[in-house]
């Protein structure tokens, strides 16, 4: 299911806690995280992410080469794509541990 949220000018509250932009701005809320990520075409029977259905984020583990989990990324889409690396206001999130090289999707 998809909401669309109208912002108005900075200052306004918004659903995601910080102020919108000045100009007007049309935004597509995702409310069904499961239907987003199929219509992403990710099979989420194959890659089996952890989802948040209530905050709508899913979190797929992280893996160094011998198997080990050693952090996770948060995808949010209804996070600004412009904030890095930010768990509460981006769209993508990355724990690791350093120095580890990590993979994500080895079948």
Known sequence: MVGTAHLKCAGDYTPWGFES???????????DIYSH?????????L????????KCVATYLLYNLSGQIVGYQQYNPNGQKGVFNSKE????????????????GLS
């Open 21 to 31: 932009p000045r100009s007007y701005v049309q935004r597509t809320v995702i409310v």
């Open 37 to 45: 990520l199929r219509a992403r075409h990710m099979d989420i029977n």
């Open 47 to 54: 890659h089996r992410p952890i989802v948040d259905t209530e």
């Open 89 to 104: 206001h981006g769209k993508y999130y990355t724990y690791r541990k350093s120095p580890t090289v990590t993979v994500w």
